[in-house]
């Protein structure tokens, strides 16, 4: 089995989906399991992050930057999602109507509402740039700062990695199978200790390791 970390670029939604469809032949669907977006999001009040956190909405990471101002990761599978299911929420709404104007029509696509929204007036929401989340402290970073992840074998081999993952997608090429996902750094060292159990995998992991520890050494001590 083979492991690697994929080099995408992450900065334009565009960007990304055109290299996941080019190169690495993937659907839609699929792409939208691994795109992750970063929000900066201030609130004049606690109440319309905590109904959104009711929601226990999936693979989204929330940390308070300071009073009222938070810091949201989560794929775009999940923010289709909330469009569809939530769209009653004030974040949700506000995140739509953010989002609209600056991704894709794509991106979009089979998660528009039916009927017109109304700005909400207490919260605000914007994507932060990759430049922005190499500034973040390191704890911050760990969970916010996502990469894409590729392991590669037979099925036997890859049923191993598979229960570790919460979200991934899964594609058959030839004989063998390609597992792509994305983790933030803090998810992906939880995963290296349970891969280097497989003594196949462990110079592999350690490998990807430096590879992310020259990318982010701060995150690394």
Request: hydrophobic share 40%; proline share 5%.
């Amino acid at each position: 089995m083979d492991l690697k970390l994929l080099t995408i670029p992450t900065e334009k939604a565009e960007d990304f989906f055109s290299f996941c469809k080019k190169n690495l032949g993937l659907t839609s669907d699929s792409i939208f399991k691994l795109y992750y977006l970063s929000l900066h999001v201030v609130a004049l009040a606690d109440t319309p992050i905590f109904k959104f956190l009711e929601r226990l909405p999936a693979n989204v990471k929330l940390d308070e930057l300071k009073k009222n101002n938070y810091l949201i990761s989560m794929p775009a599978s999940t923010v289709r999602a909330l469009f569809v299911e939530h769209l009653d929420l004030k974040f949700t709404k506000s995140l739509y109507l953010y989002l609209k104007e600056i991704l894709p029509k794509e991106f979009l696509k089979g998660s528009e509402p039916r009927h017109a929204i109304v700005a909400p007036q207490d919260i605000k929401v914007r994507l932060i740039t990759d430049s922005e989340k190499r500034e973040l402290s390191p704890s911050m970073k760990v969970k916010h700062l996502h990469f894409t992840f590729q392991a590669s074998g037979s099925c036997e081999e890859l049923i191993s990695v598979l229960p570790n993952l919460s979200l991934y997608t899964l594609k058959k090429k030839g004989n063998l199978y390609h597992v792509f996902f994305s983790l933030s750094i803090a998810e992906f060292i939880i995963l290296a200790n349970i891969l280097r159990e497989h003594k196949d995998l462990s110079e592999k992991v350690d490998r990807v390791l430096q590879e992310l520890k020259s990318l982010v050494p701060d995150c690394f001590g």
